[in-house]
């Protein structure tokens, strides 16, 4: 008898009779298959679109910046847009790894790699538009403290957009080494399964000859423990710093103090519905239902309408604080964004982010997957919308009449955003093929708590009274360790 | 680095492992190590490690990114090349706020990180003996150094008696290696030899 008892008002984190053995075999198999025709066809599509992404930005780099619809009126067009919708995209990964972690939700095992490695790609995604919206991306390593033959002159460690750089290297960069760190167990495991030599040798050197001794499962726990600790932070500092680009200068729409939260509550929120369109996916393919559940999808969606209902209120307030301060120039660029020539998406941003989350208080919408899968993209389109709204109806028509401008994409800038998509895809699909899609180690860890069989044969004790509990427990071993853990000292 | 004999016993559940941990030690032979596929809670006390300083090691790392911002902006914008932007003084610690907690965050995960691959002794490439197939599987597997303490029939005997679905003598390097992984072969004529 397993003494780690949890209630049964607790849906089980992994359905069906699983054994460790079991875990490792659904989870494994699916790298040692030859992938389906699904995954072919998935991935040359994604090439594609990355090869469209690269000669449209080939192209921009060529030419010049001018084959872009953006203007001197309207700076930041669609590339910025796409940039903070990206990299918004990115916190929920860690969200679910750090902040999850550190609040004990089991859930998150199931569902924490593929979250992780949603935010190595996207984070990647949002990397390129500020590089390329250079122009001369050949001198795009002035922006690093470099000693150089100007003087040396530094780059301007005041300004927000230099805090972006050092924001954005520092989380891929802790990002990555957190999913890593998490991985090499698990390519241990497929390592000590491969059958063939190349297998082996290659999951051999990525598993860094980790053997899982007690001494390095320790330091890993201190390790992951600590790297959760600085993520949160961290996850929640990268968006109030992009938030900062805007909130710091003195644009009407922009110069607002809430952005920071309201930035972030919009990032988390765009990006658990990225994770569940790829969830929904993912688990279907890779036939991973048990392991990724219903109830998984529910968590999620619950977040979802939390994050939503936050940006609501945002919005909301928004406009108040723009009547409310009684400035002409605030109150004059949000009835612009209302019913000026945007107005489109304004509304498809408020239709989107605010009113249709509100589905999700229905129980049955929250655990219906088709509808899942449909209210992610709706709201990875309304979250988009928010950025465009934010970025070019803010700007569009500014303080002279003279110069108010209107702007639309052109199609290297549609190219570009096309390419990070198929960026995204590429490396998902080669994610999705060759890693282990779920945290093996971790799903081991919580099986015998979560595990639907487990939770299942511990049903009688529902019945039992304390006492009895203990005294079956106390008569079953002499171990008193094992009690410890159960807590049925206390 | 050298190669030593194993007495090798592998566990197909916790709740067998930590009674057998327990006998083990009380019986005065000393674990080489436990191997399992995934963190067991407790296995380290009840093996007797002490806990880890790895925590301690990342919070220095972060003082050094700290220090590291703050001191070198600071010597850039007061006295390498002073510019006055955007009306802030030269002196301007509270801009500097985001990028000093950045480079804290950065030199505390990097750091932390090299530190864990240091200690536990893994790298790419890096090599070494997995005394089970399945111990990253579902088995846990307690290794014990044979020796003049420590006589093979004696502790062989115990292990059997302590609940082990498998136990074998193997002869294994004791630490890393680099090299292909399929040392297999030459694992196998020394076991048998």
């Keep these: 008898m397993h003494l780690k008892y949890e209630s049964f008002i607790r849906e089980p984190l992994v359905d069906g009779d699983k054994t460790y053995h079991q875990v490792s075999e659904d989870i494994i198999s699916p790298i040692e298959r030859k992938p389906g025709r699904m995954w072919y066809v998935g991935f040359v599509f994604s090439l594609i679109l990355l090869g469209y992404g690269l000669f449209s930005v080939t192209w921009a780099v060529y030419w010049g910046l001018g084959t872009w619809g953006v203007n001197r009126t309207i700076g930041w067009g669609w590339d910025i847009t796409n940039f903070v919708w990206w990299i918004g995209i990115g916190h929920a990964g860690t969200l679910i790894s750090a902040i999850l972690l550190l609040f004990r939700q089991g859930w998150r095992t199931g569902v924490n790699r593929a979250a992780e490695a949603m935010t190595i790609f996207a984070v990647m995604c949002a990397g390129q538009f500020p590089i390329f919206h250079m122009g001369r991306v050949w001198d795009g390593f002035w922006v690093l403290p470099l000693p150089n033959t100007r003087g040396t002159l530094w780059p301007n460690f005041d300004s927000p957009l230099l805090w972006d750089v050092f924001a954005i290297s520092t989380y891929f960069t802790v990002s990555l080494l957190f999913w890593y760190s998490g991985l090499v167990p698990d390519f241990a495991l497929i390592r000590d399964r491969a059958t063939t030599k190349f297998r082996k040798m290659a999951y051999g050197l990525a598993s860094f000859g980790w053997t899982g001794t007690a001494k390095s499962w320790q330091r890993a726990e201190a390790l992951w423990l600590v790297l959760a600790g600085l993520s949160t932070p961290l996850v929640l500092s990268v968006h109030t710093i992009v938030s900062f680009d805007f909130a710091t200068s003195v644009i009407p729409g922009w110069h607002t103090t809430i952005f920071p939260p309201y930035f972030v509550a919009g990032a988390v929120f765009s990006g658990f519905a990225m994770v569940n369109t790829l969830l929904v996916l993912t688990r279907k393919i890779l036939h991973l239902e048990e392991y990724i559940t219903t109830g998984h999808l529910e968590a999620m969606n619950k977040i979802i309408l939390l994050t939503g209902s936050i940006v609501g209120v945002a919005y909301i307030t928004e406009l108040f604080i723009a009547w409310y301060s009684q400035s002409w120039g605030e109150q004059a660029a949000f009835k612009w964004r209302i019913m000026g020539p945007y107005w489109w998406s304004y509304w498809a941003m408020m239709t989107c982010n605010v009113v249709s989350p509100q589905l999700f208080w229905v129980k049955k919408l929250r655990r219906n997957v088709p509808f899942t899968f449909v209210m992610s993209i709706v709201v990875n389109i309304g979250m988009w919308f928010e950025r465009f709204v934010i970025i070019v109806t803010s700007t569009y028509r500014d303080w002279i009449p003279g110069s108010w401008s209107y702007y639309s994409p052109t199609w290297p800038e549609v190219g570009f955003y096309l390419g990070t998509f198929g960026l995204f895809f590429t490396c998902y699909f080669l994610f999705a093929k060759y890693f282990p899609v779920v945290a093996v180690h971790e799903i081991k860890f919580v099986l015998k708590t979560s595990g639907d069989n487990y939770k299942r044969s511990m049903e009688k004790l529902e019945t039992q009274s304390e006492d009895e509990f203990i005294h079956i427990a106390t008569t079953h071993h002499d171990d008193d360790h094992v009690l410890e853990g159960a807590g049925a000292h206390h | ?193």
Excluded at chain 2, 79 to 106: N, Q
Excluded at chain 2, 147 to 165: R, Y
């Design chain 2, 1 to 193: 680095m050298a190669i030593k004999k194993f007495a090798v016993a592998a566990y197909d559940d916790e709740e067998v492992l930590f009674p057998a941990v327990k006998k083990v030690r009380k019986n005065g032979y000393k674990i080489h190590d436990i191997y399992t596929p995934f963190a067991v809670h407790g296995l380290d006390e009840a093996m007797g490690l002490k806990g880890t300083d790895l925590h301690i090691a990342g919070f220095i790392y972060g003082l050094c990114g700290t220090s590291t911002a703050v001191g070198f902006i600071s010597w850039i914008f007061t006295s390498d090349w002073p510019i006055i932007y955007g009306g802030k003084p030269h002196f301007a610690l509270p801009a500097w706020i985001p990028i000093t907690f950045e480079l804290t965050v950065l030199f505390a995960a990097v750091g932390m990180t090299l530190t864990f691959c240091y200690l536990n002794q893994i790298m790419p490439g890096v090599k070494k003996h997995v005394f089970h197939p399945r111990q990253s599987d579902d088995l846990f597997v307690m290794a014990i150094e044979i020796n003049n303490h420590t006589p093979e029939n004696e502790v062989m005997a115990f292990l059997k008696a302590t609940g082990a679905k498998e136990t074998s003598v193997q002869m294994a390097e004791e630490g890393w290696w680099y090299g292909r992984w399929d040392k297999k072969e030459a694992y196998e004529a020394l076991n048998a030899g």
